[in-house]
Protein backbone atom coordinates (compact mmCIF):
# COMPACT_ATOMS: atom_id res chain seq x y z
CA UNK A 1 0.00 0.00 0.00
CA UNK A 2 1.28 3.35 -0.80
CA UNK A 3 1.01 6.37 0.82
CA UNK A 4 -1.89 7.82 -0.98
CA UNK A 5 -4.90 6.96 1.00
CA UNK A 6 -3.34 7.76 4.35
CA UNK A 7 -1.90 11.73 3.06
CA UNK A 8 -5.07 12.38 1.35
CA UNK A 9 -6.89 11.00 4.41
CA UNK A 10 -5.15 13.48 6.48
CA UNK A 11 -5.38 16.47 4.05
CA UNK A 12 -8.94 16.54 4.12
CA UNK A 13 -8.70 16.43 7.86
CA UNK A 14 -6.23 19.74 7.61
CA UNK A 15 -8.55 20.92 5.03
CA UNK A 16 -11.67 20.35 7.29
CA UNK A 17 -9.77 21.80 10.48
CA UNK A 18 -9.48 24.99 8.27
CA UNK A 19 -13.02 25.33 7.96
CA UNK A 20 -15.17 27.88 10.66
CA UNK A 21 -16.88 25.29 13.07
CA UNK A 22 -17.85 28.13 15.34
CA UNK A 23 -16.09 26.19 18.25
CA UNK A 24 -15.25 27.82 21.54
CA UNK A 25 -11.83 29.81 21.74
CA UNK A 26 -11.07 27.51 24.63
CA UNK A 27 -11.62 24.18 22.16
CA UNK A 28 -9.68 25.85 19.09
CA UNK A 29 -7.08 23.22 20.11
CA UNK A 30 -8.90 20.03 19.30
CA UNK A 31 -9.05 19.60 16.18
CA UNK A 32 -5.51 20.39 14.54
CA UNK A 33 -4.82 17.20 17.83
CA UNK A 34 -7.54 15.02 15.60
CA UNK A 35 -5.28 15.73 12.59
CA UNK A 36 -2.08 14.80 14.48
CA UNK A 37 -3.61 11.54 15.68
CA UNK A 38 -4.82 10.39 12.63
CA UNK A 39 -1.06 11.09 11.56
CA UNK A 40 0.23 8.99 14.99
CA UNK A 41 -2.53 5.98 13.52
CA UNK A 42 -1.62 5.87 9.83
CA UNK A 43 2.31 5.02 11.52
CA UNK A 44 0.92 2.76 13.70
CA UNK A 45 -1.10 0.86 11.59
CA UNK A 46 0.95 -2.32 10.18
CA UNK A 47 1.19 -2.27 6.26
CA UNK A 48 0.63 1.29 5.65
CA UNK A 49 3.34 3.54 4.12
CA UNK A 50 3.21 7.28 5.54
CA UNK A 51 6.53 8.96 5.47
CA UNK A 52 7.74 11.48 8.53
CA UNK A 53 8.42 14.34 5.51
CA UNK A 54 4.76 13.58 4.44
CA UNK A 55 3.78 14.31 8.17
CA UNK A 56 5.90 17.25 7.94
CA UNK A 57 4.54 18.75 4.82
CA UNK A 58 0.86 18.51 6.09
CA UNK A 59 1.85 19.67 9.53
CA UNK A 60 3.02 22.84 7.12
CA UNK A 61 -0.19 23.37 5.23
CA UNK A 62 -1.82 23.64 8.74
CA UNK A 63 0.73 25.98 10.15
CA UNK A 64 -0.03 28.29 6.91
CA UNK A 65 -3.86 27.63 7.08
CA UNK A 66 -3.95 28.86 10.95
CA UNK A 67 -1.88 31.50 10.22
CA UNK A 68 0.64 30.43 13.58
CA UNK A 69 4.15 30.27 13.22
CA UNK A 70 5.25 27.98 10.52
CA UNK A 71 6.78 24.76 11.64
CA UNK A 72 4.86 24.37 15.27
CA UNK A 73 2.17 21.87 13.48
CA UNK A 74 5.04 20.29 11.29
CA UNK A 75 6.60 19.79 14.43
CA UNK A 76 3.53 18.61 16.23
CA UNK A 77 3.20 15.94 13.14
CA UNK A 78 6.92 14.85 13.29
CA UNK A 79 6.65 13.71 16.86
CA UNK A 80 3.49 11.85 16.45
CA UNK A 81 5.18 10.22 13.26
CA UNK A 82 8.23 9.46 15.13
CA UNK A 83 5.99 8.32 18.29
CA UNK A 84 3.50 5.90 15.87
CA UNK A 85 6.68 4.61 13.83
CA UNK A 86 8.20 3.46 17.28
CA UNK A 87 5.39 1.67 18.39
CA UNK A 88 4.31 -1.83 18.87
CA UNK A 89 1.38 -1.95 15.58
CA UNK A 90 -1.46 -3.55 16.06
CA UNK A 91 -0.56 -6.31 14.12
CA UNK A 92 1.99 -7.07 16.42
CA UNK A 93 0.09 -6.78 20.17
CA UNK A 94 -3.38 -6.90 18.58
CA UNK A 95 -4.01 -4.94 21.44
CA UNK A 96 -5.92 -1.36 20.86
CA UNK A 97 -5.63 -0.29 24.91
CA UNK A 98 -2.12 -0.33 24.67
CA UNK A 99 -2.08 2.27 21.76
CA UNK A 100 -4.30 4.60 23.16
CA UNK A 101 -1.92 4.44 26.56
CA UNK A 102 0.78 5.03 24.05
CA UNK A 103 -0.98 7.93 22.32
CA UNK A 104 -2.07 9.35 25.64
CA UNK A 105 1.26 9.78 26.54
CA UNK A 106 2.12 11.38 22.98
CA UNK A 107 -0.90 13.67 23.24
CA UNK A 108 0.53 15.10 27.01
CA UNK A 109 3.92 15.37 25.46
CA UNK A 110 2.81 17.24 22.60
CA UNK A 111 0.35 19.42 25.23
CA UNK A 112 3.68 20.53 27.30
CA UNK A 113 5.79 20.68 24.30
CA UNK A 114 3.20 23.08 22.84
CA UNK A 115 2.94 25.26 25.52
CA UNK A 116 6.34 25.93 26.08
CA UNK A 117 6.75 26.84 22.69
CA UNK A 118 4.24 28.75 22.88
CA UNK A 119 5.19 30.45 26.01
CA UNK A 120 8.57 31.06 24.18
CA UNK A 121 7.20 32.08 21.06
CA UNK A 122 5.46 35.24 23.12
CA UNK A 123 7.93 35.54 25.51
CA UNK A 124 5.28 35.35 28.31
CA UNK A 125 3.22 32.18 29.47
CA UNK A 126 0.16 31.27 27.18
CA UNK A 127 -3.22 29.43 28.60
CA UNK A 128 -2.64 26.46 29.49
CA UNK A 129 -6.07 25.51 29.67
CA UNK A 130 -7.11 25.57 25.95
CA UNK A 131 -4.05 22.99 25.21
CA UNK A 132 -5.30 20.52 28.27
CA UNK A 133 -8.55 20.73 26.89
CA UNK A 134 -7.10 19.70 23.37
CA UNK A 135 -5.31 17.39 24.82
CA UNK A 136 -7.52 15.31 26.95
CA UNK A 137 -10.37 15.54 24.10
CA UNK A 138 -7.76 13.48 21.97
CA UNK A 139 -7.30 11.02 24.31
CA UNK A 140 -11.10 10.11 24.47
CA UNK A 141 -11.54 10.80 20.94
CA UNK A 142 -8.64 7.81 20.10
CA UNK A 143 -10.81 5.36 19.57
CA UNK A 144 -13.22 7.30 16.88
CA UNK A 145 -10.31 8.50 15.63
CA UNK A 146 -8.56 4.86 15.52
CA UNK A 147 -11.47 3.04 13.86
CA UNK A 148 -12.44 5.80 11.24
CA UNK A 149 -8.65 5.38 9.78
CA UNK A 150 -9.11 1.68 10.40
CA UNK A 151 -12.28 2.27 8.55
CA UNK A 152 -10.82 3.86 5.66
CA UNK A 153 -8.11 1.69 4.70
CA UNK A 154 -10.57 -1.20 5.50
CA UNK A 155 -10.40 -3.60 2.73
CA UNK A 156 -6.52 -4.49 2.51
CA UNK A 157 -6.47 -5.20 6.25
CA UNK A 158 -6.55 -9.14 7.63
CA UNK A 159 -9.38 -8.38 9.89
CA UNK A 160 -8.08 -11.23 12.46
CA UNK A 161 -5.82 -8.53 13.17
CA UNK A 162 -8.27 -6.40 14.52
CA UNK A 163 -10.21 -7.57 16.90
CA UNK A 164 -13.65 -6.08 17.17
CA UNK A 165 -12.33 -3.11 14.89
CA UNK A 166 -13.35 -3.93 11.48
CA UNK B 1 46.11 9.23 26.45
CA UNK B 2 46.33 5.64 26.23
CA UNK B 3 43.16 3.43 26.78
CA UNK B 4 41.13 6.49 25.41
CA UNK B 5 40.19 8.34 22.24
CA UNK B 6 43.54 10.94 21.45
CA UNK B 7 42.40 13.83 20.56
CA UNK B 8 44.67 13.95 17.48
CA UNK B 9 43.63 10.75 16.00
CA UNK B 10 40.17 10.64 14.02
CA UNK B 11 37.02 9.33 16.23
CA UNK B 12 35.87 6.37 14.69
CA UNK B 13 33.24 7.31 12.44
CA UNK B 14 29.35 6.85 13.56
CA UNK B 15 27.86 4.87 10.71
CA UNK B 16 24.07 5.79 10.33
CA UNK B 17 22.60 2.25 9.94
CA UNK B 18 19.22 3.92 9.56
CA UNK B 19 18.89 6.70 7.58
CA UNK B 20 15.91 7.10 8.51
CA UNK B 21 17.30 8.52 11.72
CA UNK B 22 19.20 11.44 9.81
CA UNK B 23 15.84 12.23 7.83
CA UNK B 24 14.16 12.78 11.11
CA UNK B 25 17.73 14.72 12.55
CA UNK B 26 17.05 16.92 9.13
CA UNK B 27 13.16 18.08 9.66
CA UNK B 28 13.39 18.29 13.28
CA UNK B 29 15.65 20.48 13.14
CA UNK B 30 14.28 22.16 9.76
CA UNK B 31 11.46 22.84 12.04
CA UNK B 32 13.15 24.81 14.35
CA UNK B 33 14.39 26.63 11.40
CA UNK B 34 11.12 27.80 10.23
CA UNK B 35 9.96 28.41 13.69
CA UNK B 36 12.99 30.70 14.24
CA UNK B 37 12.14 32.30 11.04
CA UNK B 38 8.76 32.44 11.61
CA UNK B 39 9.56 34.10 15.02
CA UNK B 40 11.65 36.77 13.41
CA UNK B 41 9.31 37.62 10.85
CA UNK B 42 11.56 36.62 7.99
CA UNK B 43 10.18 38.05 4.55
CA UNK B 44 10.44 35.46 2.66
CA UNK B 45 8.47 33.02 5.26
CA UNK B 46 5.81 35.82 4.70
CA UNK B 47 5.51 35.88 1.30
CA UNK B 48 5.35 32.23 0.94
CA UNK B 49 2.49 32.30 3.69
CA UNK B 50 0.58 34.85 1.53
CA UNK B 51 1.06 32.98 -1.92
CA UNK B 52 -0.18 29.60 -0.35
CA UNK B 53 -2.75 30.79 1.16
CA UNK B 54 -4.20 32.47 -2.23
CA UNK B 55 -3.19 29.10 -3.80
CA UNK B 56 -5.70 26.98 -1.29
CA UNK B 57 -8.21 29.42 -1.09
CA UNK B 58 -10.86 27.92 -3.46
CA UNK B 59 -10.04 24.23 -1.26
CA UNK B 60 -10.25 26.39 2.02
CA UNK B 61 -13.75 28.12 0.78
CA UNK B 62 -14.92 24.64 -0.79
CA UNK B 63 -14.54 22.98 2.72
CA UNK B 64 -15.93 25.42 4.76
CA UNK B 65 -19.18 26.01 2.27
CA UNK B 66 -20.97 22.76 3.66
CA UNK B 67 -19.55 23.55 7.39
CA UNK B 68 -21.30 26.64 7.04
CA UNK B 69 -24.60 25.42 6.03
CA UNK B 70 -24.94 22.80 8.75
CA UNK B 71 -23.78 25.48 11.27
CA UNK B 72 -26.41 27.39 10.07
CA UNK B 73 -28.90 24.28 9.90
CA UNK B 74 -28.22 23.60 13.54
CA UNK B 75 -28.67 26.86 14.58
CA UNK B 76 -31.99 27.56 12.97
CA UNK B 77 -33.01 24.45 14.28
CA UNK B 78 -32.18 25.18 17.96
CA UNK B 79 -34.20 28.37 17.18
CA UNK B 80 -37.14 26.68 15.85
CA UNK B 81 -37.23 24.53 19.45
CA UNK B 82 -37.67 27.91 21.32
CA UNK B 83 -39.90 29.48 18.41
CA UNK B 84 -42.57 30.78 21.02
CA UNK B 85 -40.64 32.01 23.69
CA UNK B 86 -38.41 34.00 21.42
CA UNK B 87 -41.80 35.52 19.90
CA UNK B 88 -42.59 36.92 23.01
CA UNK B 89 -38.95 37.92 23.71
CA UNK B 90 -39.08 39.69 20.66
CA UNK B 91 -42.25 41.48 20.69
CA UNK B 92 -41.19 43.25 24.36
CA UNK B 93 -37.99 44.24 22.55
CA UNK B 94 -39.59 45.37 19.55
CA UNK B 95 -41.79 47.65 22.16
CA UNK B 96 -38.61 48.98 23.44
CA UNK B 97 -36.81 49.63 20.27
CA UNK B 98 -40.00 51.67 19.21
CA UNK B 99 -39.16 53.28 22.18
CA UNK B 100 -35.84 54.51 21.69
CA UNK B 101 -36.66 54.60 17.91
CA UNK B 102 -38.51 58.00 18.97
CA UNK B 103 -35.86 58.83 21.10
CA UNK B 104 -33.32 58.76 18.63
CA UNK B 105 -35.30 60.69 16.33
CA UNK B 106 -35.46 63.73 18.53
CA UNK B 107 -31.92 63.16 19.22
CA UNK B 108 -31.35 63.59 15.86
CA UNK B 109 -33.25 66.41 15.02
CA UNK B 110 -31.10 67.90 18.09
CA UNK B 111 -27.70 66.77 16.56
CA UNK B 112 -28.50 68.36 13.21
CA UNK B 113 -29.14 71.37 14.53
CA UNK B 114 -26.84 71.87 17.00
CA UNK B 115 -24.30 70.55 14.43
CA UNK B 116 -25.60 73.43 11.53
CA UNK B 117 -25.18 75.68 14.67
CA UNK B 118 -21.75 74.92 15.21
CA UNK B 119 -21.09 75.40 11.04
CA UNK B 120 -19.44 71.26 12.06
CA UNK B 121 -17.76 69.55 9.24
CA UNK B 122 -19.83 66.11 8.56
CA UNK B 123 -18.54 62.74 9.76
CA UNK B 124 -16.53 61.18 6.92
CA UNK B 125 -18.04 58.07 5.01
CA UNK B 126 -16.35 54.88 5.45
CA UNK B 127 -16.62 52.45 2.32
CA UNK B 128 -16.73 48.95 2.59
CA UNK B 129 -16.35 45.66 1.05
CA UNK B 130 -18.08 42.51 2.49
CA UNK B 131 -17.27 38.53 2.79
CA UNK B 132 -17.29 35.62 3.84
CA UNK B 133 -15.23 33.51 6.19
CA UNK B 134 -13.47 31.29 4.74
CA UNK B 135 -11.68 29.16 7.47
CA UNK B 136 -10.67 29.69 10.66
CA UNK B 137 -7.29 30.00 12.93
CA UNK B 138 -6.82 26.58 15.10
CA UNK B 139 -3.62 26.65 17.67
CA UNK B 140 -2.61 28.22 20.93
CA UNK B 141 -0.53 30.91 19.07
CA UNK B 142 -3.15 32.91 16.91
CA UNK B 143 -7.11 33.73 16.66
CA UNK B 144 -7.30 35.05 13.27
CA UNK B 145 -9.70 34.26 9.93
CA UNK B 146 -9.70 34.10 6.83
CA UNK B 147 -11.89 35.90 4.51
CA UNK B 148 -12.47 36.00 0.63
CA UNK B 149 -11.73 39.73 -0.03
CA UNK B 150 -8.29 40.50 -1.45
CA UNK B 151 -5.87 43.19 -2.80
CA UNK B 152 -7.82 42.64 -5.39
CA UNK B 153 -10.82 44.26 -3.67
CA UNK B 154 -8.77 46.97 -2.57
CA UNK B 155 -8.37 45.72 0.91
CA UNK B 156 -5.08 46.69 2.55
CA UNK B 157 -3.08 46.09 5.92
CA UNK B 158 -4.55 47.41 9.07
CA UNK B 159 -8.35 47.76 8.08
CA UNK B 160 -10.84 47.21 10.64
CA UNK B 161 -12.88 44.74 10.31
CA UNK B 162 -16.71 44.45 11.33
CA UNK B 163 -20.00 42.36 11.53
CA UNK B 164 -23.31 43.35 12.09
CA UNK B 165 -22.91 43.42 15.56
CA UNK B 166 -19.47 45.39 15.81
CA UNK B 167 -15.93 45.33 15.63
CA UNK B 168 -14.59 41.77 14.64
CA UNK B 169 -10.33 42.61 14.40
CA UNK B 170 -8.40 44.20 11.40
CA UNK B 171 -6.50 42.90 9.12
CA UNK B 172 -3.02 41.77 9.30
CA UNK B 173 -2.07 40.02 5.96
CA UNK B 174 -3.59 40.04 2.50
CA UNK B 175 -2.94 38.44 -0.52
CA UNK B 176 -4.81 38.85 -3.67
CA UNK B 177 -7.68 37.02 -2.96
CA UNK B 178 -7.51 36.34 0.73
CA UNK B 179 -7.08 38.88 3.76
CA UNK B 180 -6.45 37.23 7.20
CA UNK B 181 -8.12 39.16 10.29
CA UNK B 182 -6.74 39.00 13.43
CA UNK B 183 -9.48 38.90 15.55
CA UNK B 184 -9.63 41.07 18.65
CA UNK B 185 -9.59 38.29 21.14
CA UNK B 186 -6.00 37.37 19.98
CA UNK B 187 -2.78 37.27 21.89
CA UNK B 188 -1.71 39.95 20.07
CA UNK B 189 -4.67 42.22 19.58
CA UNK B 190 -4.47 45.78 21.12
CA UNK B 191 -7.33 48.06 20.39
CA UNK B 192 -7.50 51.95 22.32
CA UNK B 193 -10.63 51.94 23.12
CA UNK B 194 -13.25 54.19 25.15
CA UNK B 195 -15.49 53.17 27.85
CA UNK B 196 -18.74 54.44 29.35
CA UNK B 197 -20.85 58.02 28.64
CA UNK B 198 -17.36 59.38 29.99
CA UNK B 199 -15.09 58.27 27.45
CA UNK B 200 -12.79 56.88 29.78
CA UNK B 201 -9.79 56.06 27.51
CA UNK B 202 -8.31 52.04 27.92
CA UNK B 203 -7.08 49.37 26.04
CA UNK B 204 -8.88 46.33 24.86
CA UNK B 205 -6.25 43.46 24.65
CA UNK B 206 -6.75 40.03 23.57
CA UNK B 207 -5.37 37.11 25.60
CA UNK B 208 -6.71 34.50 23.17
CA UNK B 209 -9.93 33.38 25.66
CA UNK B 210 -13.46 35.00 24.54
CA UNK B 211 -13.15 38.19 26.71
CA UNK B 212 -10.60 41.29 26.42
CA UNK B 213 -8.72 42.05 29.25
CA UNK B 214 -9.16 46.27 29.48
CA UNK B 215 -5.71 47.03 30.64
CA UNK B 216 -4.68 50.91 31.17
CA UNK B 217 -7.26 52.27 32.81
CA UNK B 218 -6.95 55.46 34.83
CA UNK B 219 -6.60 55.71 38.66
CA UNK B 220 -10.47 56.24 39.58
CA UNK B 221 -11.99 55.97 36.40
CA UNK B 222 -15.70 55.71 36.34
CA UNK B 223 -16.46 52.15 34.93
CA UNK B 224 -19.05 50.07 35.61
CA UNK B 225 -20.00 46.75 34.60
CA UNK B 226 -22.41 47.08 31.53
CA UNK B 227 -20.70 49.81 30.06
CA UNK B 228 -20.60 50.31 26.16
CA UNK B 229 -16.56 49.97 24.71
CA UNK B 230 -15.78 51.81 21.74
CA UNK B 231 -12.34 52.22 19.49
CA UNK B 232 -11.22 55.90 20.27
CA UNK B 233 -9.01 56.00 17.08
CA UNK B 234 -6.38 57.25 19.18
CA UNK B 235 -4.05 54.47 17.21
CA UNK B 236 -4.45 56.27 13.77
CA UNK B 237 -5.19 52.89 12.70
CA UNK B 238 -8.90 52.40 12.79
CA UNK B 239 -11.77 54.76 12.89
CA UNK B 240 -13.49 56.31 16.48
CA UNK B 241 -16.68 54.77 17.71
CA UNK B 242 -17.24 51.63 15.82
CA UNK B 243 -19.18 49.31 18.49
CA UNK B 244 -16.34 46.88 20.55
CA UNK B 245 -18.27 45.57 23.28
CA UNK B 246 -19.80 45.83 26.63
CA UNK B 247 -17.73 45.77 30.20
CA UNK B 248 -17.97 43.07 32.48
CA UNK B 249 -15.88 41.73 35.79
CA UNK B 250 -15.08 43.32 38.84
CA UNK B 251 -13.02 46.51 39.44
CA UNK B 252 -9.13 46.04 39.34
CA UNK B 253 -10.31 43.04 36.72
CA UNK B 254 -12.44 44.13 34.05
CA UNK B 255 -12.75 42.47 31.10
CA UNK B 256 -14.46 43.36 27.32
CA UNK B 257 -17.12 40.77 26.28
CA UNK B 258 -16.98 41.39 22.42
CA UNK B 259 -20.60 42.12 20.81
CA UNK B 260 -19.07 40.10 17.85
CA UNK B 261 -19.13 36.55 18.13
CA UNK B 262 -15.65 35.52 17.38
CA UNK B 263 -16.14 32.00 17.27
CA UNK B 264 -18.90 31.42 15.09
CA UNK B 265 -18.43 34.66 12.19
CA UNK B 266 -20.12 33.90 8.73
CA UNK B 267 -19.84 37.21 7.41
CA UNK B 268 -17.76 40.59 7.99
CA UNK B 269 -16.93 43.90 6.32
CA UNK B 270 -13.96 45.30 5.52
CA UNK B 271 -13.82 48.99 6.31
CA UNK B 272 -11.27 51.34 4.12
CA UNK B 273 -10.09 54.10 6.19
CA UNK B 274 -6.89 54.86 5.16
CA UNK B 275 -5.73 56.50 8.76
CA UNK B 276 -1.70 57.98 7.82
CA UNK B 277 -0.26 55.26 10.03
CA UNK B 278 -1.29 52.50 7.36
CA UNK B 279 0.85 54.35 5.07
CA UNK B 280 4.26 53.70 7.20
CA UNK B 281 2.80 50.25 8.24
CA UNK B 282 1.81 48.47 5.06
CA UNK B 283 3.94 47.28 2.69
CA UNK B 284 3.64 48.72 -0.84
CA UNK B 285 0.90 47.15 -2.15
CA UNK B 286 0.47 44.41 -5.35
CA UNK B 287 -1.43 46.98 -7.68
CA UNK B 288 0.07 50.40 -7.31
CA UNK B 289 -2.04 52.05 -9.10
CA UNK B 290 -5.21 50.73 -6.22
CA UNK B 291 -2.62 52.34 -3.29
CA UNK B 292 -4.54 54.24 -1.05
CA UNK B 293 -8.00 53.81 -2.89
CA UNK B 294 -10.91 54.61 -1.00
CA UNK B 295 -12.70 51.90 -2.74
CA UNK B 296 -12.16 49.28 -5.69
CA UNK B 297 -13.71 51.19 -8.01
CA UNK B 298 -12.11 54.96 -7.68
CA UNK B 299 -8.18 53.72 -8.54
CA UNK B 300 -7.63 57.13 -9.81
CA UNK B 301 -7.25 59.38 -6.31
CA UNK B 302 -3.55 60.18 -5.45
CA UNK B 303 -2.24 58.19 -2.19
CA UNK B 304 -2.37 61.53 -0.05
CA UNK B 305 -6.03 61.62 -0.14
CA UNK B 306 -7.79 59.16 1.60
CA UNK B 307 -10.89 58.08 1.68
CA UNK B 308 -11.94 58.96 4.57
CA UNK B 309 -11.69 62.31 4.26
CA UNK B 310 -13.92 63.14 1.65
CA UNK B 311 -17.83 62.92 1.11
CA UNK B 312 -19.36 59.21 -0.82
CA UNK B 313 -20.25 59.62 -4.01
CA UNK B 314 -23.79 60.62 -4.53
CA UNK B 315 -24.69 57.98 -6.59
CA UNK B 316 -23.18 55.56 -4.58
CA UNK B 317 -25.41 52.94 -2.61
CA UNK B 318 -25.12 52.54 1.22
CA UNK B 319 -25.57 48.92 2.40
CA UNK B 320 -25.60 47.87 5.83
CA UNK B 321 -22.02 46.31 6.81
CA UNK B 322 -22.23 42.82 7.54
CA UNK B 323 -25.43 42.45 4.91
CA UNK B 324 -26.11 38.55 4.26
CA UNK B 325 -24.48 37.63 1.15
CA UNK B 326 -21.75 34.60 -0.18
CA UNK B 327 -19.57 36.60 -2.75
CA UNK B 328 -17.39 40.04 -1.57
CA UNK B 329 -20.22 43.29 -1.91
CA UNK B 330 -19.00 46.87 -1.73
CA UNK B 331 -20.49 50.17 -0.05
CA UNK B 332 -19.99 52.79 1.46
CA UNK B 333 -21.38 53.45 5.10
CA UNK B 334 -21.63 56.60 7.39
CA UNK B 335 -19.10 56.96 9.67
CA UNK B 336 -20.00 55.97 13.35
CA UNK B 337 -20.92 58.75 16.11
Known sequence: ?166 | MRGGHSPFKPRPRRSWRAPGELLNFTLYFLCAVLLVLSRIGHGAVTDARESFVDLTAPLLEAASTPVIMGRNAVSRAWSYSGLFGEIDRLKAENEQLKHWESRAKLAERNITHLRSLLNAVDEPALHFTTGSVIADARGPFLRSALVNLGRDQGVRIGYAVINGDGLVGRTVDAGASVTRVLLLNDLNSRIPVLVGHAGVRALASGDNGAELKLDFLPDGASVHPGNEVFTSGSDGVLPRGLRVGVVTGSPGAFRVRPHADLSALDVVSVLFFDAPALTRTDPPPIAVDRALSPSPDDTKVPAAVTSSVEPPPMDAEIKQAGASATTPVEGVAQAPQ
Open chain 1, 1 to 166: MNATLPVLSVLVAVLATAAPWGLPAEATFILPLVVVMMVFCWRALPGTVFPAYLALLLGLLMDIVSGGPLGFWALMALIAASAGGRTPSLADSQDVNRLWLVWAGVAVLIAVISWLLGSLYFLRFIDLWPIALGAGASILLFPVVLRGVVWIKRGKLRPKLYRGWT
